[in-house]
């Protein structure tokens, strides 16, 4: 039987390696994602017939409560609200991790048949302390993303040495766990610390850094997996932990990458730890008038153009215009004016947010464009138009050193013939800075909320 | 368990992240959600453990955390694989 369960094992290892590779390409990657189910699945039935498992209903009960839970959220969440799902699913990923650490800490306890060995306690230890800031961190990240949480950057005296000492205090813990395993108490402060310790690591980030914390909580919920395997010595989760782990510390790499900060720079909290720590709004504010137009105005300058390029952000999200968007690409397009779309790598709450939006609202994903491969074409473009994004279309990210945001990639927009720029108003973005965009010769502001704006525009240029 | 015990485990997961690694690159910046939540989906795989405890012979505390640590894996692995397909779902070329 151990034979059997083992193979079975390997075999859905296999099938997460394949699921996985299927999804580089849209085309494969739905039977890719059917794939690592179906090792899941596998993984699943073969652990009910190991030796050790002998009554049914608790497991039963379990997975009748979890499935319907978890079919309910698969379904109801709205795509704009896919960021806070996915914290949420990394949250319960940590949370299981966590409790079957602490299972088997009771298990050794209590049972003659398993005893304490060094090593095992060990992995107890990083299991629970992986598993608990994976747990609390995700449940943070989801309260912010929900806006129940502040989106601020919280700061407070102190903040890193107490996380640090926190952090020292579950180590020191973890010592004497294991000279000592039967001392109930200091396994169960390891994990409240370790709880402790989630919050206030996710609680400075700042909303837009949040692509950065759901990458890093996705990887931490691979390793808490990974953690549990060498807890109970089991290849499978060490295995397809390590594959998570592994994807979201990339993830994490390309979301820094995309701000261009260290990601020391963005656990530690905000933009303002970077570089100068005086206010650079002051001096480097730009001045003079913004051109302002209306939908009508805006219509007869599309109707001439013949290449339009559209930058979604944050706010197409926040404001639900993906379908709006759409409308307007769908005109554009009947009018013969090719329409595309460029995407920032940080666009929106979660890597990839943005293309998940548009490929709701029906766009083909061949129009979407990653910020390398169209940016040398904006001088070539006669509209870009930009929909609730702001700090990645910011110019001084190239020139002005003294900007927070200096040095990030950003996107071309300006070197465009016209910039139209649509926002509810003329305030400052994530990065707490001016954008000097606002006020080139070339820029026009088109204010107002993303979708009530766009579907104006539409209908101006239906008229048109 | 003996340190050669302990070392093959080490074994198979730094040999699993570089295969993640390899994989994870090739996956384009569109599918970035979809992976993220499918990934997600594959954590679940504590669901092993969690079975484990909460098939305990006897009922012990031990089976009530197993009991809770099944439902959040439970959720986490059917939650995450039918939300990445009906995203995947979605992604259609002109």
């Given at each position: 039987?151990?034979?059997?369960?083992?193979?079975?094992?390997?075999?859905?290892?296999?099938?997460?390696?394949?699921?996985?590779?299927?999804?580089?390409?849209?085309?494969?990657?739905?039977?890719?994602?059917?794939?690592a189910a179906l090792g899941m699945f596998i993984a699943i039935v073969v652990t009910l017939l190991d030796q050790h498992v002998l009554t049914y209903e608790w497991i039963i009960i379990g997975f009748i409560i979890g499935g319907t839970t978890g079919t309910l959220m698969a379904f109801k969440t709205p795509m704009t609200g896919m960021p806070q799902m996915v914290g949420l699913l990394n949250g319960f990923g940590g949370g299981a991790s966590l409790l079957v650490a602490l299972s088997e800490f009771y298990k050794m306890k209590n049972f003659a048949q398993w005893s304490f060995a060094t090593s095992t306690n060990v992995t107890v230890t990083l299991s629970i302390l992986i598993g608990a800031v994976t747990f609390t961190g995700s449940l943070i990240a989801f309260g912010k993303l929900q806006g129940i949480v502040t989106g601020k950057v919280v700061k407070y005296p102190g903040q890193h040495p107490f996380n640090l000492f926190l952090l020292i205090a579950v180590v020191i813990a973890g010592v004497f766990f294991v000279v000592d395993p039967s001392l109930e108490w200091i396994i169960l402060t390891i994990t409240a610390v370790s709880l402790v310790l989630g919050i206030l690591l996710v609680l400075p980030i700042g909303g837009a850094d949040m692509p950065v914390a759901i990458s890093l909580l996705n990887s931490y919920s691979g390793l808490a997996a990974s953690a549990t395997g060498f807890v109970l010595q089991n290849n499978q989760l060490i295995i397809a932990g390590a594959l998570v782990g592994a994807s979201g510390i990339i993830l994490t790499m390309i979301m820094c990458k995309g701000m261009n900060r260290s990601l020391m720079n963005v656990v530690l909290g905000g933009w303002a730890s970077a570089g100068g720590s005086g206010p650079t709004a002051e001096g480097a504010s730009p001045k003079g008038d913004v051109k302002s137009v209306d939908s009508e105005e805006l219509a007869m300058i599309f109707d001439v153009a013949s290449k339009v390029v559209i930058v979604p952000?944050?706010?197409?999200?926040?404001?639900?215009?993906q379908h709006a968007v759409r409308d307007l690409m769908n005109v554009l397009e009947s009018k013969g004016i090719n329409v595309r779309y460029a995407i920032h790598p940080v666009a929106g709450r979660m890597p990839g947010h943005m293309n998940v939006l548009l490929a709701e609202a029906n766009v083909a994903y061949d129009k979407l464009y990653a910020m390398e491969d169209i940016n040398d074409d904006f001088p070539n473009v006669d509209i870009a138009l930009i929909i609730g994004a702001n700090d990645v279309v910011n110019p001084a990210a190239r020139h002005d050193q003294n900007s927070p945001i200096f040095g990030m990639p950003i996107l071309n927009v300006d070197y465009a013939k016209t910039v139209v720029i649509n926002k509810r108003s003329m305030n400052v973005g994530y990065a707490g800075i001016d954008n000097e965009l606002f006020f080139y010769p070339n820029a026009l502001m088109y204010f107002g909320d993303a979708r009530d704006a766009i579907v104006k525009l539409t209908h101006a240029l239906k008229e048109a | 368990m003996d340190a050669?015990?302990?070392?093959?485990?080490?074994?198979?997961?730094?040999?699993?992240?570089?295969?993640?690694?390899?994989?994870?690159?090739?996956?384009?910046?569109?599918?970035?959600?979809?992976?993220?939540?499918?990934?997600?989906?594959?954590?679940?795989?504590?669901?092993?453990?969690?079975?484990?405890?909460?098939?305990?012979?006897?009922?012990?505390?031990?089976?009530?955390?197993?009991?809770?640590?099944?439902?959040?894996?439970?959720i986490n692995v059917v939650g995450g694989f039918l939300v990445t397909d009906r995203m995947l779902k979605m992604f259609k070329k002109k």
């Amino acid at each position: 039987m151990k034979i059997i369960i083992e193979i079975s094992y390997l075999v859905a290892s296999i099938l997460f390696i394949f699921g996985i590779k299927q999804l580089s390409s849209p085309k494969t990657a739905r039977k890719g994602n059917f794939l690592a189910a179906l090792g899941m699945f596998i993984a699943i039935v073969v652990t009910l017939l190991d030796q050790h498992v002998l009554t049914y209903e608790w497991i039963i009960i379990g997975f009748i409560i979890g499935g319907t839970t978890g079919t309910l959220m698969a379904f109801k969440t709205p795509m704009t609200g896919m960021p806070q799902m996915v914290g949420l699913l990394n949250g319960f990923g940590g949370g299981a991790s966590l409790l079957v650490a602490l299972s088997e800490f009771y298990k050794m306890k209590n049972f003659a048949q398993w005893s304490f060995a060094t090593s095992t306690n060990v992995t107890v230890t990083l299991s629970i302390l992986i598993g608990a800031v994976t747990f609390t961190g995700s449940l943070i990240a989801f309260g912010k993303l929900q806006g129940i949480v502040t989106g601020k950057v919280v700061k407070y005296p102190g903040q890193h040495p107490f996380n640090l000492f926190l952090l020292i205090a579950v180590v020191i813990a973890g010592v004497f766990f294991v000279v000592d395993p039967s001392l109930e108490w200091i396994i169960l402060t390891i994990t409240a610390v370790s709880l402790v310790l989630g919050i206030l690591l996710v609680l400075p980030i700042g909303g837009a850094d949040m692509p950065v914390a759901i990458s890093l909580l996705n990887s931490y919920s691979g390793l808490a997996a990974s953690a549990t395997g060498f807890v109970l010595q089991n290849n499978q989760l060490i295995i397809a932990g390590a594959l998570v782990g592994a994807s979201g510390i990339i993830l994490t790499m390309i979301m820094c990458k995309g701000m261009n900060r260290s990601l020391m720079n963005v656990v530690l909290g905000g933009w303002a730890s970077a570089g100068g720590s005086g206010p650079t709004a002051e001096g480097a504010s730009p001045k003079g008038d913004v051109k302002s137009v209306d939908s009508e105005e805006l219509a007869m300058i599309f109707d001439v153009a013949s290449k339009v390029v559209i930058v979604p952000g944050y706010g197409m999200a926040v404001a639900q215009a993906q379908h709006a968007v759409r409308d307007l690409m769908n005109v554009l397009e009947s009018k013969g004016i090719n329409v595309r779309y460029a995407i920032h790598p940080v666009a929106g709450r979660m890597p990839g947010h943005m293309n998940v939006l548009l490929a709701e609202a029906n766009v083909a994903y061949d129009k979407l464009y990653a910020m390398e491969d169209i940016n040398d074409d904006f001088p070539n473009v006669d509209i870009a138009l930009i929909i609730g994004a702001n700090d990645v279309v910011n110019p001084a990210a190239r020139h002005d050193q003294n900007s927070p945001i200096f040095g990030m990639p950003i996107l071309n927009v300006d070197y465009a013939k016209t910039v139209v720029i649509n926002k509810r108003s003329m305030n400052v973005g994530y990065a707490g800075i001016d954008n000097e965009l606002f006020f080139y010769p070339n820029a026009l502001m088109y204010f107002g909320d993303a979708r009530d704006a766009i579907v104006k525009l539409t209908h101006a240029l239906k008229e048109a | 368990m003996d340190a050669l015990g302990i070392l093959m485990l080490i074994y198979v997961f730094v040999l699993a992240i570089f295969v993640g690694f390899e994989l994870i690159t090739k996956v384009p910046p569109t599918l970035h959600t979809p992976l993220m939540s499918g990934s997600n989906a594959i954590s679940g795989i504590t669901i092993v453990g969690a079975i484990l405890s909460a098939g305990l012979e006897e009922f012990t505390i031990s089976t009530i955390l197993g009991l809770v640590a099944m439902v959040f894996a439970t959720i986490n692995v059917v939650g995450g694989f039918l939300v990445t397909d009906r995203m995947l779902k979605m992604f259609k070329k002109k």
